[in-house]
């Protein structure tokens, strides 16, 4: 099959000034992938037509189809379609159907200027893709060789033209189907996993897959393509066991987002519920869980004890433990776990205390976290070193992905600590 | 001064794949608005060294200063130095410094691996830029009369990066000063503040102010531009002061970045306390606020009360409220500020109680949320309507910032609700 590159040029003095980000390219981007189609460049340029036509220029030497977002509305500022036109030697006509509609659409509410009828004007004998979301019209044509796409700036806009009129043009123009899957890994690095899987990664031509890094955990995406979505699929099984018998109980998941979201499908699964005690981490671990919707089925709530009095009164910490051992300890940690279980009776519960820096407490170093987990039967304390080199944020997030991966180990019937 | 044409070249497959959105380009875009450099050109390209050499070849000829971000890690698809070296004609050499610095971090947790050592490779003679919150350091050098400066791909990493080290070597190329200050506002949108401001604004041009939306909140960016600092912070003044005198009470900071950031001031100031109980947001009011180091000195902790049973036991919560008004309501949102304020001693204590959805309670609309401050004499409470069209983290985070806004107003007189 022919592959087709493509180059996505976003049209827009207001992504260039950092006002927006360019969702749109990530947008299409994302839909093109799943359709096997490889996106080789993303373009962003100002609204100014020399250097659109420039870029224009660059894109048809490097790529076989050029989508462009942005620049296809009333404003003097929108001027992708004329220099688009201009570039390729086609012809803008004026739309009957689509005039029709810009009166519909705007009349009721607005005057109706000389410069909204512009938007109707489109290149002869294109494929035009209605707005459903708005009021300029996209399209897509074929000239000298090359695919164009245009559609809108506007993220709603762009979003829904191209997921409902330029896949579908473009599928019509693939015969094959593209599958992806992310192996989610946590407990070692990207680095590490890079040199594991290097060599046959280096060989690897379809399926393929690549290593991305996380802010503290790290995926392999698996992907293949095929005449069929079942045999693309077919081709990804083998590479996914063959990763977790490398990487054994360091994969925590497929095509999940983060570790909560893992461990909320363990709980679901099981029909148990968990609490937190949280000191360093601030409410982060709660506030992670939560995040999913429906979490409150499986975390029955926690406490944030950020000083020693806090743990005394919300949880019923020992004065003389906190004094004899610190709040930064072992034997705290475990108490945390044990007292908010108890006292939210949850089947599981996880405790945190530690120093996220930037300051320390005069006896550990930052980056010293004690991360407990609680059980019917037994509680489990990691100690973690994480560095006295890394970011307050760093610190937290990696200490609740260590709770998070004491509850997976803990579910799976792995070892915890 | 010198009108220096800037493009920005981001490395990164993930990104042509639709993983992850451009942050880093947005990022960076935004830092030299405000400094007066222009971005002309964002580009976007793969894990590929010949057609990165391309990109390279074609920001030659159309840029002055030529940024990438992304492809500075160990792995092997990390590319960029070795690239920008050849294309610029200069020799890579071992910093040792930043070798050490990468015994020092990578050495506690994880096995150090020979291509780690690849990040401390720099080229001959350039600026260094430390990474403050990663592994891989970044750089600056002058070659064939364009600047080039690399900074790693992570966002964090990106940001933090760009901020503290490219910015100001770029600075120190100008002889202009530029003073930006952001002045941020809650309690109207961006487009109220555009609509209040658009007038004046089309005709400033130094100094210029600018509406940026976030999230949950919005600021207007008062920028001056003139022969030395004091002369252009002077030109920021009159500004910021008209913009003050128009929106009142909705200006909540200068030059802060959120909300929580203006109430820990606050605190710090008059030497309270505060605590936090927290429903719907689980734990994202407590987060959020201790992200901020030394939060611990104002916050003694607080409670997540994911369900009736945590609200009773953690709170001693009535179960008769509960079951007579609902866990959504004024009453209980009241209560739930006024107990955690008992039982953790604070000056003031947070309630918030409502539904993030996707689902509903039956009575209540999703984005019903009802929000409470307690203080020594009073308790107050806002009840919140967010639409149901809204999502879960919009509103979490939205309900969280009316909390905040609560204390602010409370600690500065304003009047609370």
Same sequence: chains 1, 2.
Avoid: W
Wanted: proline fraction near 4%; charge should be negative; hydrophobic fraction near 35%.
């Amino acid at each position: 099959m022919r592959e087709y590159n493509t180059e996505i040029i976003s049209v827009g003095t207001e992504i260039l000034l950092g006002h927006i980000v360019n969702t749109d390219a990530r947008d299409i981007s994302e839909m093109l992938s799943k359709i096997g189609i490889n996106v080789k460049y993303h373009t962003v340029v100002g609204d100014n037509p020399e250097r659109l036509r420039q870029c224009i220029e660059t894109a048809k030497k490097r790529a076989d189809i050029i989508i462009t977002t942005g620049g296809l509305g009333p404003t003097c500022d929108d001027l992708t379609k004329f220099t688009l036109a201009e570039a390729f030697g086609v012809k803008l006509v004026m739309n009957e159907a689509e005039k029709k509609g810009l009166y519909d659409y705007i009349h009721p509410e607005m005057p109706f200027t000389e410069n909204n009828l512009q938007q109707a004007m489109l290149p002869e004998n294109c494929t035009v893709f209605h707005n459903t979301c708005g009021t300029a019209p996209g399209c897509a044509f074929e000239a000298q060789g090359k695919i164009v796409i245009m559609v809108p700036g506007p993220p709603k806009e762009c979003n829904a033209m191209f997921a409902l009129s330029a896949v579908p043009y473009l599928k019509s123009l693939s015969e094959e189907e593209i599958v992806s899957h992310s192996v989610r890994i946590f407990g070692i690095g990207e680095s590490s996993v890079d040199q594991i899987f290097r060599d046959e990664m280096n060989v690897m031509e379809n399926p393929t897959m690549a290593p991305y890094a996380k802010e503290c955990d790290c995926f392999l995406q698996v992907t293949a393509k095929a005449g069929s979505r079942a045999e693309a699929e077919k081709m990804t099984g083998p590479v996914i066991e063959h990763i977790k018998e490398r990487l054994g109980e360091y994969v925590y998941g497929i095509d999940v987002e983060c570790i909560e979201e893992e461990v909320i499908k363990l709980l679901e699964q099981r029909k148990l519920t968990f609490s937190a005690a949280e000191s360093c981490t601030g409410g982060e671990v709660a506030k992670r869980f939560t995040d999913i919707p429906g979490a409150s089925s499986y975390f029955r709530g926690g406490v944030v004890t950020y000083t020693n009095e806090a743990k005394e009164k919300l949880l019923g910490i020992d004065a003389e433990l906190l004094e004899n051992y610190g709040a930064v300890s072992y034997p705290v940690a475990a108490e945390m776990a044990e007292k908010v279980r108890e006292l939210l009776r949850t089947d599981l519960a996880v405790g945190i205390t530690g120093l996220a820096g930037p300051d320390g407490d005069g006896v550990n170093e930052v980056g010293t976290v004690f991360v407990s987990l609680a059980t019917e039967n037994e509680t489990f304390v990691r100690e973690l070193h994480l560095g006295t080199g890394r970011s307050r944020s760093y610190i937290r997030r990696m200490s609740g992905n260590h709770a998070y991966d004491m509850m997976r180990r803990y579910l799976t019937g792995l070892k915890v600590i």
